[in-house]
């Protein structure tokens, strides 16, 4: 009895273990299936280039509600984000947030570099197998080419069986071609010069769409000819400097680089449409033209997730020329401010307040002017390299015979003729080596590393962990250059960037829409996470290079 007693409580326990799984396998199914409901319709990537993260906070008095304020406060805050690589460009930056992956693995180590196979300068997004779209000019002669890897835009798309749409826009060609992916419908980008529209390449279609040239033929540009003046009153912006001051940059025919500025004059006497892209105005035709995107697009409109990928160049265009400091870089903030309320607003109208997904972060921030620091006895200073040489060229002569050595120096790197160094029969990694010591002599230089070191080192932290994320084995260089904090390669006026130190490095990352937490973080993050936590929320297969990490605090 005792033993058939045994047997039924065996059998009773499968039972329910049965129905338990069974009801938890249903549960499960339920969960996924409402996972992929649950999908935005529309994911919206926002780069900002050159936005250094405290410009969300130094200017956070003058925006209103619906803009950046709104991101912040209805969505989630990444508040110690940075790029984990170096050089800090354009065009690693864009291709580091669409591939979760940093330089070494994607390949776009600058927005030009050296081919060490063809022994030229080559450009991130150049191709000339293809032609131009919309404009005469050789302005449409690119495609993705270059990136090594897929994209987010490309993996949501795979995903999709190619019925959900990408498309990309921005002023520069590269902070198009780059988030668009190699799979992108289409990526249009702005050719100013004497025309002022909006061009692509053959590489995504063989003429515009008809809602692109109606943009182009209406007075979309034109009713941006008008002189540059503060959205505020400029004796509220006390969060910069003041107007006049040697920091900054001149438009010609301008004697000071002070508000208002006489945009139009400059329009007018040059028929060059390229000085919007300085102004504010460029970023709201930007806008304007995402908008019409939206609309002629349909994007949203179906179950399949559309990606429309947005760079706003106009701030980095602005803040090389008038420094992070400036009030002109201030009032482009605040006028942005008022291009994302109404991009937000019009998405709530034409998607659903409900039905998508907003990221936005930079592709680099950006150094305070060093003449400025200098002056405020903040040890800053600029490095010139044809200063040092003929001193570095004696040196090479000395030690090796000959200068021919070295084949090229461009983004902080020295680049080696290998060939040269195997007729001398001595070791690349000696003359390396022997060359980075040298070097570390020079005024301005504040580290050297080798690419042996690079190959031969797993670094995990500071300086060498950004630059060996940025290194590519096939493309980068032999030396690469640190220069001091607070010192740069640059004209004495503006801000630049590309360094590995954290002025170029921490950036906003900020969330929004649909299944994204309230809330903000202070842990690190990093741009190679923006990637795979999109991915995650899409229920997507991740980029192919990713090496970031879902940022789960994020999604809820």
Not at 67 to 85: A, D, I, P, Q, T
Not at 117 to 125: D, H, K, L, P, T
Not at 406 to 424: A, G, P, T
Request: aromatic share 12%; net charge neutral.
């Amino acid at each position: 009895m005792q033993k058939k007693n045994q047997l039924l409580l065996v059998v009773l326990c499968l039972i329910l273990f049965g129905t338990l799984n069974g009801f938890g396998q249903k549960n499960q199914k339920n969960n996924e299936n409402t996972n992929l409901k649950t999908s935005p319709k529309l994911v919206v990537g926002i780069v900002v280039d050159q936005m250094r993260y405290d410009y969300l906070t130094r200017f956070w008095n003058h925006f209103d509600e619906g803009g950046f304020k709104r991101l912040v406060n209805e969505g989630f805050n990444c508040k110690n984000n940075h790029f984990n690589y170096a050089p800090t460009s354009t065009g690693p930056g864009h291709t580091s947030v669409y591939t979760g992956a940093a330089p070494a693995t994607h390949g776009v180590i600058g927005n030009n570099w050296y081919d060490k196979e063809a022994g030229i300068s080559v450009y991130c997004a150049s191709d000339d197998r293809y032609t131009s779209v919309g404009t005469a000019s050789e302005a449409g002669k690119m495609s993705p080419h270059r990136m090594n890897v897929t994209t987010i835009t490309d993996e949501l798309r795979l995903h999709t069986q190619m019925r959900g749409k990408t498309v990309a826009v921005a002023l520069k060609d590269r902070g198009a071609v780059l988030p668009g992916g190699h799979t992108a419908n289409a990526a249009y980008w702005f050719h100013g010069a004497d025309e002022g529209d909006w061009i692509t390449s053959t590489y995504y279609m063989q003429e515009l769409p008809k809602w692109v040239n109606d943009f182009n033929a209406s007075d979309a540009v034109e009713k941006y000819k008008k002189p540059w003046n503060t959205a505020k009153v400029i004796n509220t912006y006390l969060e910069s400097g003041s107007d006049n001051n040697t920091y900054e940059g001149l438009f010609e025919t301008e004697k000071t680089p002070t508000f208002p500025h006489s945009t139009p004059n400059l329009l007018d006497k040059k028929k060059d449409f390229e000085i919007i892209k300085y102004t504010p105005y460029g970023n709201r035709i930007t806008t304007d033209f995402a908008l019409a995107a939206i609309e002629g697009e349909d994007l949203g409109k179906d179950e399949a997730t559309d990606f429309l990928a947005i760079s706003y160049s106009s701030t980095d265009y602005i803040g090389h020329k008038f420094g992070v400091n400036s009030k002109e870089v201030q009032d482009t903030y605040i006028q942005l401010d008022v291009d994302l309320q109404n991009l937000l607003n019009t998405l709530d109208r034409k998607v659903g307040k409900d039905e998508y997904t907003v990221f936005l972060t930079a592709d680099h921030g950006a150094i305070d002017v060093p003449a400025y620091l200098s002056d405020q006895k903040i040890p800053a200073g600029y490095f010139v390299y044809d200063s040092i040489k003929p001193k570095f060229n004696a040196f090479l002569q000395y030690k090796f015979g000959t200068a021919n050595v070295v084949k090229n120096f461009s983004n902080y790197q020295f680049f080696l003729d290998h060939k040269v160094i195997k007729n001398m029969d001595i070791e690349v990694a000696k003359v390396q080596e022997t060359i980075a010591n040298e070097l570390l002599n020079y005024k301005g230089i504040d580290r050297v590393y080798t690419g042996h070191q690079m190959m031969q080192n797993n670094y995990t932290k500071g300086i060498p962990y950004i630059l060996q994320n940025g290194y590519n084995q096939k493309r980068s260089g032999d030396v690469l250059v640190v220069l001091k904090p607070g010192v740069i390669s640059y004209p004495r006026t503006g801000s630049t960037h590309g360094s590995p130190q954290i002025y170029d490095t921490h950036v906003p990352l900020l969330f929004y829409g649909k299944g994204i937490r309230k809330g903000s973080m202070v842990n690190r993050t990093e741009i190679p996470d923006i990637a795979p936590t999109i991915a995650t929320l899409l229920g997507i297969a991740f980029p192919n290079g990713t090496t970031g990490e879902p940022i789960a605090e994020v999604l809820e």
